[in-house]
């Protein structure tokens, strides 16, 4: 009795990197179209590691995130979760973007907790899925509004025929139907495939238009075609796109026609000055800044998309245990409220399966002299001048 006593307490003494990790699977697009927006994903979660590990892991233990490319294939990312549901995790993260999560939706409607890193998928409540970050609806919602009070009421639309431009469009669509944007109107609506070499007719039919605005709603290389087609075309105007662009990739690579005022939605992440946001939220912030010091990696919003996810299902297996139940894991996570993240306050409770909506979204523009997002709105989008 004396030695199995005295053996349980030399275990709980030794130091978290001296145990058996949690390990915790994720299915990234590391390579392929999504790579820009999956690998700063995987930074996120490596720095995260030594953050948990820091703060004693789970139960004295430290978190392993071990990595799955799913190439930026919905049948990949369906045959990684196959393999992995054989051995009945209790968690799972990823995909990165819409269309792998939701090939893998189906997969674990049983379990186990999936956390997919898109924010334009929406989960049942009460499902083992959920969604990071603030909703495609929300985000546009707060473009919107901005817009409105700047007295931009004649906006260009186009979005790609894939399920994250498909997304956008129904949401955008909902909301110019709402009496928020009553006297606003889309006054040209175009789509092309996100494989083509160019969009120079869609933007022409736009411009002939006589929009005040444009939104280009799609990611990757398939929206620098869309900005090499607004910059040929001459339209200098303000152009709004998914903050799935708000990459520091993204914005070397397209540095040369990228839009004169680029208007990106975004959660409260930002660096931002003369207004403060909740302590916790900020506190939040300062641990995954510093996460970053002597890095030659820079994070953005790809790299919160992952990192809050991680410390909300770490804070969940630190209550139920490494070894909890799916079910278990996902009533834990159901409960979560105001738990601070980098993106701001996070209500299971209120917003079941995201915890977050437009309370928590600015609107930012690029700085590309001081190579920055500036918040310009308060939270809805309110301008702040």
């Known amino acids: 009795m004396f030695l199995r006593l005295f053996a349980t307490l030399l275990l ?7 145990q058996e990790p949690v390990t915790i699977n994720v299915v990234l697009p590391l390579t392929g179209g999504g790579s820009f927006l999956g690998q700063q994903e995987q930074i996120a979660l490596q720095r995260a590691e030594a953050v948990i590990s820091e703060q004693g892991g789970v139960q004295g233990r430290p978190v392993r995130f071990a990595f799955h490319d799913d190439q930026s294939s919905p049948q990949v990312a369906v045959q990684i979760t196959t393999r992995l549901l054989a051995a009945k995790p209790n968690v799972l993260m ?3 973007l819409v269309a792998m999560c939701n090939a893998m939706a189906p997969l674990v409607r049983r379990g186990p907790v999936t956390y997919c890193f898109s924010p334009g998928i929406y989960p049942e409540p009460g499902s083992f899925l959920f969604s990071s970050g603030v909703s495609t609806k929300d985000l546009a919602a707060a473009l919107l ?10 906006i260009g639309l186009i979005t790609s025929t894939d399920a994250s431009g498909q997304d956008a469009l129904r949401n955008i669509l909902e909301l110019m139907a709402q009496p928020a944007q009553a006297g606003m109107a889309i006054v040209e609506q175009q789509r092309f495939n996100p494989t083509d070499v160019s969009a120079a007719a ?5 411009k002939a238009a006589d929009p005040q605005a444009v939104i280009a709603w799609s990611t990757g290389s398939a929206v620098g075609t869309v900005f090499k087609a607004i910059t040929a075309a001459g339209l200098e105007l303000p152009v709004g796109t998914t903050n799935g662009n708000m990459t520091y990739a993204q914005m070397q690579a397209f540095a040369a ?3 004169k005022d680029l208007y990106i939605p975004s959660a409260e992440w930002p660096p931002h000055e003369g207004k403060t946001l909740h302590p916790d939220v900020e506190a939040a912030q300062a641990r995954f800044f510093a996460a970053y010091q002597n890095s030659p990696t820079k994070p953005d919003a790809s790299s919160t998309f992952s990192w809050d996810p991680a410390m909300l299902i770490v804070a969940a297996l630190r209550d139920v245990g490494p070894d909890a139940t799916p079910d278990a894991l996902r009533e834990r996570i159901a409960r979560t409220k105001d738990f601070a ?12 399966q995201r915890g977050l909506d437009l309370e928590s979204v600015i609107v930012t523009r690029w700085d590309a002299a001081a190579l920055r997002w500036v918040p310009v709105s308060r939270p809805r989008g309110a301008p702040l001048d």
């Open 94 to 96: 990823g995909s990165g």
């Open 145 to 154: 509004a901005y817009w409105k009070a700047k007295g931009i009421t004649r």
């Open 202 to 206: 869609q933007i022409e039919r736009i």
């Open 12 to 18: 709980l003494a030794l130091p978290a990197a001296a």
């Open 257 to 259: 026609f990228l839009p």
């Open 341 to 352: 993240g980098v993106n701001g306050l996070y209500d299971m409770q209120r917003l079941p």
